[in-house]
Nanobody
Framework: QVQLVESGGGLVQPGGSLRLSCAASGTIFSINVMGWYRQAPGKRRELVATIGSGGSTKYADSVKGRFTISRDNAKNTVYLQMNSLKPEDTAVYYC??????????????WGKGTLVTVSS
């Protein structure tokens, strides 16, 4: 069984910072892309940022320059440093990983989500 567990969400004032973490555990052969997505109330889930196994990154235009994604391959963990937070960043943030439990079986896995609320 593979689990992705997010942590680090919470309530923060506009302009503040938060750091999200997501650890993958279980029977893992390898992990390809890891990423963060978010879903605000009444909206579709959207890409926030992704990072490849070699460190290549991709960001949504709305978070470029404010958010930084990173990963620790030894710990099977991905992070999202969020700075200069805005009320429109309020959403449930989901961790995603494309990983294999054996050499023949890549699949997408999702965490249960962590709520980030940006409000004064």
């Amino acid at each position: 069984q593979v689990q992705l567990v997010e942590s680090g969400g919470g309530l923060v004032q506009p302009g503040g910072s938060l750091r999200l973490s997501c650890a993958a555990s279980g029977t893992i052969f390898s992990i390809n892309v890891m990423g963060w997505y978010r879903q605000a109330p009444g909206k579709r889930r959207e890409l926030v940022a992704t990072i490849g196994s070699g460190g290549s990154t991709k960001y949504a235009d709305s978070v470029k320059g404010r958010f930084t994604i990173s990963r620790d391959n030894a710990k099977n963990t991905v992070y999202l440093q969020m700075n200069s937070l805005k009320p429109e960043d309020t959403a449930v943030y989901y961790c995603n990983a494309g990983l294999a439990t054996n050499p023949m079986n890549f699949a997408d896995y999702w965490g249960k989500g962590t709520l980030v609320t940006v409000s004064s």
